[in-house]
Nanobody
């Protein structure tokens, strides 16, 4: 399984941004996908996960972020609205199979004036 993120960038507080993950390879064995993020000096944390068509979110992004996946286009996306400076991080795409876990290279999201 290969994962390639895109769509990061600089956005002002209160703005919106979408990051995407193109997935390829033996995708039939993927049972869940997720977005993680890591800020300097902090541990990597899960932001949102999708299993089938069911999504779950960490509390501080609920009602602001939306995860989606299109198997036909082989793309997973994270729509981020009302962004805050504390959302600044490198965002990573994650895919889980049994027994492996795969990561993309990450894309930088910076929320600043």
């Amino acid at each position: 399984v290969q994962l390639v993120e895109s769509g990061g960038g600089l956005v002002q507080p209160g703005g919106s941004l979408q990051v995407s993950c193109a997935f390829s390879g033996n995708i039939a064995i993927i049972y869940s996908m997720a977005w993680y993020r890591q800020s300097p000096g902090k541990q990597r944390e899960m932001v949102a996960r999708i299993i089938g068509d069911r999504a779950s979110y960490v509390d501080d992004v609920k009602d602001r972020f939306t995860i989606s996946k299109d198997n036909d286009k082989r793309t997973m996306s994270l729509q981020m609205n009302n962004l805050k400076p504390e959302d600044t991080a490198i965002y990573y795409c994650n895919a889980r199979t049994v027994p492996h876990e795969y990561w993309g290279q990450g894309t930088q999201v910076t929320v600043s004036l």
